[in-house]
């Protein structure tokens, strides 16, 4: 069974920039969530997306936002780029709104110049 | 405000020795307890997770040990291996079915090392 995947694995963007990146969950999960994890400040929670509907979202800026798809894959979308955006950012999935367990992908580590 | 803190930073241990890492909770709504090794490059993997009902639970290697009124909860490695040098996070989450707050408070991580 494929487990959660992402892309790009790297983005290099400018400050300013819109960052786009994209989450596959695992095959049969409905919930999305994101996280941020940047240097020495460990993850942080994003966003929650459960059945295409955003249920929860963390202490970010609007600039920070995202969708789910009718596939249940989700994408994230960073406006007006800061350097301290520059981080990895981690998506897992979850079989249901209501489970526990969260598996996560690989990341996109995106680096803001 | 900090909900889960985990401590120490950094481990280093010889083969065969017990790293202990110890996670402490503020919110006592948390109910599910999991354990994430992260190796470079790689995102989090779920080791092993415990609910506040039992003291103890054990998954091959792993431990994890619970204080529900201490508002603490720990992960041992017995028989630590070089393979388990890895960052080691504790979250904790309280399970609200379709509510907002459904989401993971990681610790800061633990970055342990066994040396051969």
């Known amino acids: 069974e494929a487990g959660v995947t992402q892309s790009p694995t790297h983005l290099i963007k400018t400050r300013g920039q819109q960052a786009t990146l994209r989450c596959s969950p695992i095959?049969?999960?409905?919930?999305v969530y994101w996280y941020q994890q940047a240097l020495g400040l460990g993850l942080q929670f994003l966003l929650w997306?459960?059945?295409?509907?955003?249920?929860n979202r963390g202490n970010f800026p609007p600039r920070f936002s995202g969708r789910q798809f009718p596939n249940y894959s989700s994408e994230l979308n960073v406006n007006a780029l800061e350097l301290e955006d520059s981080a990895l950012y981690l998506c897992a999935s979850s079989p249901d709104g209501s489970s526990y367990e969260q598996y996560f992908g690989p990341g996109t580590r995106l680096t803001v110049t | 405000q900090q909900q889960v803190k985990q401590s120490p930073q950094s481990l280093i241990v010889q083969k065969g020795g017990i790293p202990i890492i110890n996670c402490a909770y503020e919110?006592?709504?948390?109910?599910?307890f999991p354990w994430y090794q992260q190796f470079p490059g790689k995102g989090p993997a779920l080791l092993i997770a415990i609910r506040p009902d039992v003291s103890e639970k054990k998954e091959g290697r792993f431990t994890i040990s619970f204080n529900k009124s201490a508002k603490q909860f720990s992960l041992h490695i017995m028989d630590s291996q070089p393979g388990d040098s890895a960052t080691y996070f504790c979250a904790a989450s309280r399970n609200l079915i379709k509510a907002a707050g459904n989401k993971l408070t990681f610790g800061g991580g633990t970055r342990v090392l066994v040396k051969p």
């Open positions: 919110n006592t709504a948390f109910d599910y």
């Open positions: 095959s049969g999960h409905t919930s």
């Open positions: 997306y459960d059945e295409g509907e955003e249920r």
